[in-house]
């Protein structure tokens, strides 16, 4: 046996260990799960046993109370049976043999032109053809299925799509496909495949299937839209924008989507969320060139709200002062006059 075919018995052995333990789990959780059924079917009878006592004994309000019960408790049992019957059918599917993960291992030689199996990380990676979705170029990706963890319950956390070549929307790395965000899939209705295939240990199914969505666009449940893909990012919230759609801000010099900008009151100047303020006495925004302070107090406001470089407040204690001179003036003149006949 040369080290090739050794590593492939390896990693064969590696996943039928994980598959097997997650198997046993699951079956502990379906045993678990059969005790409740137990439960609510003793409820169900030990209702109907008090319903047939509470008649014979003519307890009518009663056995009408116990009657609803009992239904109640029926509709319990079916929904909770249909549930279990569901699972142990999608349980019905045996797990692979060590000779069939061997022959999965040489199936996926020939699909991807090899693989590739990291032993101390415990990473079975393949790599895709260049990808190209409807003129936007994508490259090729890695998929990375980390073999360690196919024990786990959340099995579609257990692999890692790599951009070989990032092409990511609007220049970032973290969407580099419609379908990838984080390195992590969408798999949209090929969901329920994907586990089922890590469930039973047919890997080469996974490969193939998780290709099968790269390959694919469904603008429904896409991250970003190919028609979106090589947008500007607002600076904000990361919105992609198109060249028609963005704002940009003199202030602090970046473009914004509509829903981060807004507009000066004073000058109608568009600028961000960001450099914009609000006035705190007419509650208006306005960018940083018709926010204005007051000559007397310092106090901060728009254009709009100060009247001869005075904010309200010192407006109207100067008009009040004004107000109050004149009518001192007018009552010590009746007095100066009198004193002067005198």
């Not at 009992?70 to 079916?78: F, N, Q, R």
């Not at 999965?104 to 990808?131: A, K, N, R, Y």
């Amino acid at each position: 046996m040369n080290e090739e075919h050794r590593t492939a018995l390896r990693v064969a052995n590696l996943i039928r260990d994980q598959v097997a333990a997650q198997e046993a789990r699951r079956f502990a959780t379906l045993a678990s799960e059969d005790r409740s059924v137990n439960g609510s079917m003793t409820r169900y009878l030990n209702l109907c046993r008090s319903v047939a006592k509470a008649h014979s004994r003519k307890w009518l309000a009663a056995a009408r109370n116990l009657s609803a019960q009992a239904t109640t408790a029926l509709e319990d049992l079916h929904y909770e049976i249909e549930s279990r019957r569901r699972q142990r059918h999608d349980e019905s599917q045996p797990i692979s043999s060590l000779g069939d993960i061997v022959r999965d291992l040489q199936q996926i030689e020939d699909e991807f032109h090899g693989w590739e199996f990291d032993d101390e990380t415990g990473t079975l990676s393949v790599e895709t053809d260049s990808i190209e979705l409807e003129g936007v170029y994508l490259g090729p990706f890695e998929i990375q299925l980390r073999l360690r963890d196919l024990s786990r319950s959340d099995l579609l956390s257990t692999f890692d799509i790599i951009a070989k070549e990032p092409n990511g929307a609007g220049g970032r790395d973290t969407v580099t496909h419609p379908h990838v965000s984080e390195q992590r899939l969408c798999a949209g209705d090929a969901m329920v495949p994907i586990q089922g295939a890590l469930q039973t240990g047919r890997i080469c199914d996974f490969f193939i299937l998780v290709r099968s969505v790269l390959q694919t666009y469904n603008p429904q449940s896409a991250y970003v839209r190919l028609e979106e893909w090589n947008g500007e990012p607002c600076h904000d919230c990361g919105y992609l924008m198109d060249d028609d759609s963005g704002f940009y801000c003199e202030f602090c010099e970046h473009n914004f989507c509509e829903s981060c900008t807004s507009y000066c009151s004073q000058c109608e100047t568009a600028a961000c969320m960001g450099c914009m303020e609000t006035c705190p006495e007419c509650s208006e925004r306005a960018c940083p060139n018709c926010m204005k302070t007051c000559q007397e107090c310092g106090h901060t406001c728009c254009e709009g709200c100060l009247t001869d470089g005075l904010c309200p407040s010192c407006h109207e204690e100067q008009e009040n002062q004004h107000d109050s001179d004149e009518s001192d003036g007018s009552a010590a003149a009746p007095v100066a006059a009198s004193e002067q006949a005198a």
